[in-house]
């Protein structure tokens, strides 16, 4: 009777097989079953990530129009974050705050510095593109902020996922749009505000997501509701193109990615490479 061993010689071929060798056939060992709501829910991520690139767009669009004043967005941009850090510590009851360890004064410092910092370098950034055309200057934002949707972290771990990597890409784009503003403090509001929207408004995001999941999509929806909302008042086109893409990332994805699981069909047999799950370790010592 034919055995499964090497040490053995037997009247075989080498790559015979007897029929026992599909018994241990299995299929979508490791395949994950979705439900469509939790999907749903997961796609909010690039929701949100979508509506913060679209409000940064239409902000900067009223600036250089004239429609909105840099001390007007500063100051919604200040009550806001406040907002924002009270509701960071009260969403966990400050216990990530307790865990890191890091005080409010060290917030409030890192605050001022980095708003000393843009301040005094916002006539350099207000000049640093005066030699590159505008077309250019609008072509490198979009691929830029482009950048920024694809290497944004929403959860999965992928190695094209990069925060650091994204949050560059962003704050690149803020420097090229500020750059075409009109004066210094344009420019100054704006990449303060770049730095609110794509770095902290995710953090928050992130926690709401994890402690209060019903409040994390209702926050959603509102967002993205102003975003359209914003978006509309410059183009109704450009509202109706950005709310279909809300659509489809957010029902018709999610149903896909249903459907085309019931396509799958992986298969795990003996011919599968060995897997050693005893431990060896006593052999190294």
Request: charged share 15%.
């Given at each position: 009777?034919?055995?499964?061993?090497?040490?053995?010689?037997?009247?075989?071929?080498?790559?015979?097989?007897?029929?026992?060798?599909?018994?241990?056939?299995?299929?979508?060992?490791?395949?994950?079953?979705?439900?469509?709501?939790?999907?749903?829910?997961?796609?909010?991520?690039?929701?949100?990530?979508?509506?913060?690139?679209?409000?940064?767009?239409?902000?900067?669009?009223?600036?250089?129009?004239?429609?909105?004043?840099?001390?007007?967005?500063?100051?919604?941009?200040?009550?806001?974050?406040?907002?924002?850090?009270?509701?960071?510590?009260?969403?966990?009851?400050?216990?990530?705050?307790?865990?890191?360890?890091?005080?409010?004064?060290?917030?409030?410092?890192?605050?001022?510095?980095?708003?000393?910092?843009?301040?005094?370098?916002?006539?350099?950034?207000?000049?640093?593109?005066?030699?590159?055309?505008?077309?250019?200057?609008?072509?490198?934002?979009?691929?830029?902020?482009?950048?920024?949707?694809?290497?944004?972290?929403?959860?999965?771990?992928?190695?094209?996922?990069?925060?650091?990597l994204s949050l560059n890409m962003a704050l690149f784009a803020s420097v090229c749009l500020a750059s075409r503003?009109?004066?210094?403090?344009?420019?100054?509001?704006?990449?303060?505000?770049?730095?609110?929207?794509?770095?902290?408004?995710?953090?928050?995001?992130?926690?709401?997501k994890a402690q209060t999941p019903w409040c994390y999509v209702g926050v959603t929806v509102l967002f993205a509701?102003?975003?359209?909302?914003?978006?509309?008042?410059?183009?109704?086109?450009?509202?109706?193109?950005?709310?279909?893409?809300?659509?489809?990332?957010?029902?018709?994805?999610?149903?896909?990615?249903?459907?085309?699981?019931?396509?799958?069909?992986?298969?795990?047999?003996?011919?599968?490479?060995?897997?050693i799950k005893e431990d060896l370790s006593r052999f190294l010592m």
């Amino acid at each position: 009777r034919w055995q499964k061993v090497l040490y053995e010689r037997q009247p075989f071929p080498d790559n015979y097989v007897d029929q026992r060798f599909l018994e241990e056939l299995r299929k979508n060992v490791h395949a994950r079953r979705y439900r469509y709501w939790a999907v749903v829910f997961q796609s909010g991520a690039v929701v949100q990530q979508l509506c913060s690139v679209c409000v940064f767009v239409v902000t900067w669009w009223y600036m250089d129009a004239g429609m909105l004043s840099p001390q007007g967005l500063f100051g919604a941009a200040l009550v806001s974050s406040l907002l924002g850090y009270v509701l960071f510590d009260a969403v966990d009851g400050g216990a990530g705050r307790r865990e890191s360890r890091r005080t409010r004064w060290a917030d409030l410092k890192s605050t001022l510095v980095f708003a000393a910092f843009t301040y005094g370098f916002s006539p350099v950034l207000k000049t640093l593109t005066e030699s590159i055309s505008t077309d250019t200057i609008y072509a490198m934002s979009a691929l830029m902020l482009l950048g920024h949707l694809i290497f944004f972290d929403y959860g999965a771990n992928a190695a094209i996922v990069s925060s650091t990597l994204s949050l560059n890409m962003a704050l690149f784009a803020s420097v090229c749009l500020a750059s075409r503003l009109p004066r210094s403090l344009h420019a100054f509001v704006m990449v303060t505000f770049a730095m609110q929207i794509f770095a902290l408004w995710p953090m928050l995001q992130k926690k709401m997501k994890a402690q209060t999941p019903w409040c994390y999509v209702g926050v959603t929806v509102l967002f993205a509701l102003a975003a359209l909302a914003a978006l509309a008042t410059i183009s109704s086109v450009g509202a109706v193109l950005f709310v279909s893409l809300l659509l489809a990332i957010s029902c018709l994805c999610p149903y896909c990615l249903i459907r085309l699981q019931l396509l799958k069909d992986n298969i795990h047999g003996p011919w599968d490479e060995a897997e050693i799950k005893e431990d060896l370790s006593r052999f190294l010592m």
